[in-house]
């Protein structure tokens, strides 16, 4: 490593402490070898420490601070629900982006890998082990929707039934990181410019039942797409959850799709732009959650 | 949502994230710029972080979620735009400087030196706060609030190589502007 490269790429990282690994390593002998970079990242690290004292943060006005906490006492019992609005409009479909959401080539890498897990688990006759799923806010709050939704479902978005697909189901705003879906408004405009194929999982005999923008018991804005069939029904909800990461215990995974049995039921988490989420629901067994979403997607690639 | 019982729910809040008041404070009243304002935000932050507490995940850092709050309810609820009109760009930044005659050339000053002299702390805060705003504040994201480039990207919603670069760049202005001020006070 040069010195060049060193001040050019590593420097404000190392002074950081955020370099890892072999990085990390090169810099450190780097800055071992050579006196005038050791300088360097010696007031690297001072002008840092130098903004850190001198931006310490001012005090909250006390009246502030009291105002704070009333409304935390006032809210503390009973966490208002923000109420939804919205008229839903019929909306001007686009090229549903979609339905290229699994490419082949990833279901065939995901039909190898568990024809090598089971290949292994014969190997070794030994059962596999999953890691129990650790109580997880996010997927109470998707399975008592499920229950709640699969026991009675009113849609309150537009059925569309053209062969376009249907206009509801998605909440997801790509549009610009800085934007952020949190009134009812803006998620009826992403809701409506999206598109989901509505026969998407007609080969696994669900047929889309309909969609309902609503919110969640904290206000923040979620969709519900309702697919029944003779056997039962799969949910998929989408909403906007920033702070949110998958848990362990997952049973399988399939391109951006991770598979999790849970309170009973079976999910299908995927994560996508600006922290949003989908967590698909279901009472089937999870390897066949896993077969008709990795087959939905397969489907909704090539048609 | 199954939440905990409120008692301990407004308990834990309390022990994690009130502790954090103070530095949201001074965030929110380096976005707007505004006492009344600055209040509104961060009520309505703390609020916001307290409906939504089961989102947090506990072990990782508070300060970072209640920023990325702060940071989300101020670009979608406060003067949607307001961001923009403050961020200055690099080049403005550089041609102030160059108006000002100062003397880019000039021997960078040591940190010690600056401490030495709380004149020239406030130069500091000068230096910082004519940061075109997008350097800043990542700048005091990571220096002042302690959050690593992971938690700084996410606060404001850009890749983690942006958060790398604005840093770096930052420090180096910072470096070019005390400089320059040094070099004016001192008549070099």
């Known amino acids: ?303 | 949502m199954r939440n905990p019982p409120a008692q301990n729910w407004r308990l834990e809040f309390e022990q994690l994230a009130l502790p954090h008041l103070d530095a949201l404070y001074s965030a929110a009243m380096r976005l707007t710029r505004d006492r009344d304002e600055a209040d509104d935000l961060l009520q309505e932050t703390v609020l916001r972080a307290y409906r939504c507490f089961y989102q947090f995940a506990r072990g990782t850092n508070c300060r970072a979620w209640l920023l990325t709050i702060l940071y989300n309810l101020f670009r979608t609820r406060y003067r949607r735009g307001r961001f923009e009109q403050l961020a200055a760009t690099v080049e403005d930044f550089e041609r102030e400087l160059e108006s000002n005659r100062l003397d880019q050339g000039a021997a960078p000053l040591s940190p010690e030196d600056l401490l030495a002299d709380r004149a020239e702390a406030a130069r500091l805060r000068r230096a910082v706060d004519a940061l075109p705003v997008d350097f800043r504040e990542t700048l005091l994201l990571v220096d002042l609030h302690e959050l690593n480039y992971q938690e700084a990207a996410r606060v404001l919603e850009v890749p983690l190589g942006t958060v790398k670069s604005r840093v770096s760049r930052a420090r180096a202005l910072l470096r070019v502007a005390l400089a320059a001020s040094a070099a004016t006070k001192t008549g070099t």
């Open chain 1, 1 to 303: 490593m040069t010195c060049g490269e060193y001040r050019e790429s590593f420097l404000t990282a190392h002074a950081d402490d955020e370099l890892i690994g072999r990085d990390r390593r090169a810099a450190d002998d780097h800055v071992g070898r050579c006196a005038g970079c050791r300088t360097a990242l010696a007031q690297e690290r001072r002008l840092k420490a130098l903004v850190r004292t001198r931006f310490a943060p001012g005090k909250v006005p006390p009246d502030l601070r009291l105002r704070i906490r009333a409304a935390l006492g006032e809210i503390s019992d009973a966490p208002p629900r923000r109420p939804w609005r919205e008229t839903i409009r019929r909306a001007a479909r686009r090229p549903a982006a979609l339905r290229r959401r699994l490419p082949l080539g990833i279901a065939a890498a995901l039909a190898a890998s568990l024809i090598l897990a089971l290949a292994l688990k014969r190997q070794t006759g030994a059962p596999v082990v999953f890691a129990a799923v650790p109580p997880t806010p996010t997927f109470d709050y998707a399975v008592s929707k499920y229950e709640a939704l699969a026991e009675e479902f009113v849609p309150n978005a537009a059925v569309e039934t053209s062969s376009a697909g249907a206009d509801y189901a998605w909440v997801i705003e790509r549009e610009s990181h800085g934007y952020v879906a949190d009134e009812v408004a803006d998620l009826a405009e992403a809701y409506r410019n999206a598109e989901v194929p509505e026969d998407v999982y007609d080969f696994a005999g669900y047929r889309l039942a309909g969609g309902r923008i609503d919110s969640t018991d904290d206000g923040a804005p979620a969709t519900f797409t309702l697919y029944r069939s003779q056997n039962g029904e799969i949910i998929s909800i989408c909403l906007r959850a920033p702070n949110f990461y998958a848990p362990v215990g997952a049973r399988y995974w399939a391109g951006s799709h991770t598979f999790y049995e849970y309170a009973g039921h079976s999910l299908c988490l995927t994560f996508h732009p600006d922290h949003y989420v989908s967590i698909v629901v279901a009472d089937e067994p999870v390897a066949a959650l896993l077969r008709d979403v990795t087959s939905a997607n397969v489907y909704a690639a090539v048609s």
